[in-house]
């Protein structure tokens, strides 16, 4: 099943986020209308923000897992 705008995501071992990376790039282009090729800041915030959620003990790891996150 696609994972869509309204799709929120919850990695309870996120480790460095690999499945989160994945998940909030296919929420992403699900997110594009047709012919859009890229999301404003505002609207890839707010999916990050309310669509993407990480559970890590390893605060290495949460930070490994943020940077992703924002790389992408």
């Known amino acids: 099943a696609l994972l869509g705008p309204g799709t ?16 909030y790039r296919r ?11 890229r999301l404003s800041l505002e609207q890839l915030h707010a999916l990050m923000t309310n669509n993407i959620f990480g559970v890590e003990l390893n605060a290495t790891a ?11």
Not at 8 to 18: E, F, H, I, K, Q
Not at 63 to 71: C, E, N, R
């Open 8 to 23: 929120r995501v919850l990695d309870p071992a996120t480790g460095s986020g690999v499945f989160l990376v994945g998940a």
């Open 27 to 37: 929420i992403v282009e699900s997110s594009l209308a047709k012919g859009q090729t």
């Open 62 to 72: 949460c930070h490994v897992a943020a940077f992703s996150l924002y790389l992408t």
